[in-house]
């Protein structure tokens, strides 16, 4: 299943889970957009997989896919039922705010107070945004979720 996305406005909650299982979600209001015509622009020059909750749009964009349910939980079983691989990627790849890849923070590194020391935890930053990432209680929670479906 292809791994690069472009989630539309309705889909932003949705857009944390893909990335945290390590797909490339882009999320149209991250961008700034939601005029359908950009979004159908956006997922063809970026070759993206458009999901979407719009039936009107889904019909104009080839190869994309109408999520059905406003629940979370069951747009992720619709994304299942696709062939969408949905388990937590090991080590996190992606940030669950703006996308950006992650890099594992070297254990001699310092980190805000609020982040876990990386010589005790295994902790990641964005490159893009900077925020840090560890496997908290947040990850426990979209694990338990994910084994759910």
């Known amino acids: 299943m292809a791994d690069r996305l472009l989630l539309d406005a309705m889909l932003g909650k949705l857009a944390t889970y893909l990335?945290?299982?390590?797909?490339?979600?882009?999320?149209?209001?991250?961008r700034g957009?939601?005029?359908d015509n950009r979004l159908l622009a956006i997922a063809e020059a970026e070759d993206r997989v458009l999901l979407t909750r719009d039936r009107q749009l889904v019909a104009q964009a080839t190869?994309?896919?109408l999520l059905e349910s406003r629940d979370v939980r069951?747009?992720?079983?619709?994304l299942q039922a696709a062939g969408f691989e949905l388990t937590l990627a090991s080590p996190p790849a992606r940030c669950g705010q703006c996308n950006g890849r992650l890099d594992a923070v070297p254990a001699e590194n310092s980190t805000p107070p609020s982040v876990p020391d990386p010589e005790s935890e295994s902790v990641w930053?964005?490159?893009?945004?900077?925020?840090?990432?560890?496997?908290?209680?947040?990850?426990?929670?979209?694990?338990?979720t994910l084994a759910g479906l």
């Open 19 to 30: 990335r945290m299982c390590g797909y490339d979600a882009a999320y149209a209001l991250d």
């Open 63 to 65: 190869g994309s896919l």
């Open 33 to 35: 957009v939601e005029a």
């Open 74 to 78: 069951e747009q992720l079983r619709e």
């Open 125 to 144: 930053q964005c490159r893009d945004c900077g925020q840090h990432f560890w496997k908290g209680s947040h990850w426990e929670d979209v694990a338990e």
